[in-house]
């Protein structure tokens, strides 16, 4: 892959390849799909794709944040995920006003 991928090209696939596996997970009876399985979606697919670029991804970075993509070594965009698909699992608005405090302290 080129050194002058573009993120936004990169990330629109990302999602997709994420949907497409979650359902593909739904439509086999899979009942239990944690945020981490979500996590590893993204993560496995930015490995893939940024191999041998000047972007890289990791995860639990950058004050926790599930997974961070990294431009030249610097965060260029934070992924934190919330499921849904757990039988006993409720989300409140809680759960995402502390995401997105703990995100916003990373801006600046």
């Known amino acids: 892959m080129s050194e002058s991928i573009n993120l936004r090209d990169i990330h629109e696939r990302m999602v997709r ?7 593909l997970l739904l439509n086999d009876g899979v009942k239990s799909i944690s945020e981490y399985d979500i996590q590893s979606f993204i993560f496995l697919y930015f490995a893939k794709h940024l191999r041998n670029t000047e972007h890289s991804v990791a995860r639990e970075r950058e004050g926790k944040v599930d997974c961070v993509l990294y431009d030249k070594g610097l965060p260029k965009a934070f992924y934190e995920v919330k499921t849904y698909f757990k039988e006993n699992e409720w989300l409140t608005k809680g759960h995402f006003d502390k995401d997105i405090e703990k995100m916003s302290g990373l801006l600046g």
């Open 17 to 23: 390849n994420v949907f497409l596996n979650t359902e």
